[in-house]
């Protein structure tokens, strides 16, 4: 029996669609595909229809990935996105990863990769490229100031807001601003979610 997950891939080039198409069909997580190839098509078949996952190649020839995605949000849409680009370009895959995106692939590289990243986002994990890491890393670092960094690394460690202020000789208000402003910088919304997006991006 199908599990139901719905997939649009967005790319105006036809052989590379029909290619991907034929790849995902083989997937038993995967239960159709519907491709098109505008911004107006996929934002269209987004309100109308249930969609698990969007693979939204970045160069359009009527919009990129970027803005259709910003644009499929505004319109309610709550799925899970792949994106997909001729370029393997590190700001390009920072802008994929801070949009909230759970994947990037390289088009040069092989059907099969394009396949594995979607079963692995289907099954609730990301796939970006190893050197993306690197690029996460630095990122956290340059966002959080070491007091942050310090206050960030004992709530992973389960430790409630009075202990993290005995051991860095602050009041539990401070650290309640000092959670507040690492979760606004890195746009998580509980310890769950922070613990999920360090360990997805390997930083620590």
Do not use: W
């Not at 891939?9 to 034929?22: E, G, N, R, Y």
């Not at 390009?92 to 692995?120: H, P, W």
């Not at 602050?170 to 922070?194: G, H, M, P, R, W």
């Amino acid at each position: 029996m199908s599990i139901g997950n719905n997939i649009l891939l967005v790319d105006d080039h036809p052989m590379v669609a029909t290619a991907i198409k034929m790849v995902l069909a083989k997937s038993t997580l995967v239960n159709e595909v519907q491709a098109v190839a505008s911004q107006k098509e996929a934002l269209q078949f987004l309100k109308n229809n249930n969609v698990a996952l969007a693979i939204l190649d970045i160069e359009l020839e009527d919009s990129d990935g970027f803005s259709l995605y910003k644009r499929a949000v505004s319109g309610g849409f709550t799925g899970k996105v792949l994106f997909l680009s001729a370029k393997q370009d590190k700001h390009i895959i920072r802008t994929a990863a801070k949009l909230g995106a759970q994947g990037f692939v390289n088009k040069a590289e092989s059907l099969e990769d394009i396949s594995s990243a979607v079963e692995m986002i289907l099954r609730g994990y990301t796939f970006f490229p190893q050197d993306h890491l690197v690029a996460c890393e630095k990122d956290i670092d340059e966002l959080l100031t070491e007091r942050e960094l310090a206050v960030m690394n004992y709530l992973l460690q389960g430790l409630s807001n009075k202990d993290i202020g005995e051991k860095l000789f602050i009041s539990n208000k401070t650290v309640s601003t000092y959670k507040a402003k690492i979760f606004e910088k890195l746009e998580v919304d509980s310890i769950i979610s922070l613990a999920k997006l360090v360990k997805d991006r390997a930083v620590f």
